[in-house]
């Protein structure tokens, strides 16, 4: 009888393991990347990766929103500059979909949630890939946007306006941040949501810089250090 239940129990909990296993492989169906610096600051940031699991946005000479945005990512976390790790900041990256990164990036504990995207007019007559060039092309420039209540969403989100937008994309045309209460990883994660449209994949000048991104992505941490003063 001891035997009996013994082997009970035993086929119960073999039960029990695999179904925790296929279920956490279907919820897993990628995986992040996680990046520990030497000595950390006690910040997590969480990069978002661009349509991931999703299609694409192509803009100027056949370019991928979604490869600028792994591309960048990388480049941020552990590139070539004073990158986020080298900076102090535990660093994560999202490589599923939106919905999956914000439910990962909201387990993990992130403070600071940052989606890497590029932008696009509505209407493709709004393209500008062929010289010359107006770098006060009104479809140009880098937005930022955070939630409306997010004091400090708004204030990080300024500092990204500034220093990646202001002091180092090409395009002039808008440079703005402004609220954004709609979109998903802006909504939905508990981090400080800051959510970077750096430049416009269809005005050519902006392309070139945003492919050049071993150039300027240090930026990302730079301006996340300069609104949280250096931790």
Known sequence: MRSNNAMRIVTVTLAVLITFLLVGSTVASYADVTYYPSSWNGYKIYLSQAHIGGSDNIGCQNFSERQGSIDLSYEAAIGAGYNLVERGYKVRIGTGNYK??????????????????????????????????????????????????????KGMSESFRLR???????????????????????????????????????????????????????????SIDAYLGYP
Not at 105 to 126: F, M, T
Not at 136 to 143: C, N, Q, R
Not at 184 to 204: C, D, M, P, Q, R
Request: with cysteine.
């Open 164 to 222: 990646v937008g202001e002091w180092s994309s090409p395009g002039r045309g808008q440079d703005v941040k402004y609220y954004n209460n709609n979109l998903w990883e802006i909504k939905y994660t508990n981090a400080y949501a800051v959510y970077l449209e750096s430049g416009f994949h269809t005005f050519k000048p902006d392309k070139d810089w945003i492919l050049g991104e071993e150039d300027w992505a240090w930026r990302i941490g730079y």
């Open 100 to 153: 999956e990164n914000t439910t990962s990036s909201n387990s993990w504990g992130s403070n600071y949630h940052i989606p890497l995207h590029s932008n696009a007019p509505n209407e493709s007559s709004q393209w500008d890939c062929v010289s010359p060039f107006d770098m006060d092309w009104p479809w140009s420039g880098t937005v930022v946007m955070y939630y409306s209540t997010s004091t400090h969403g």
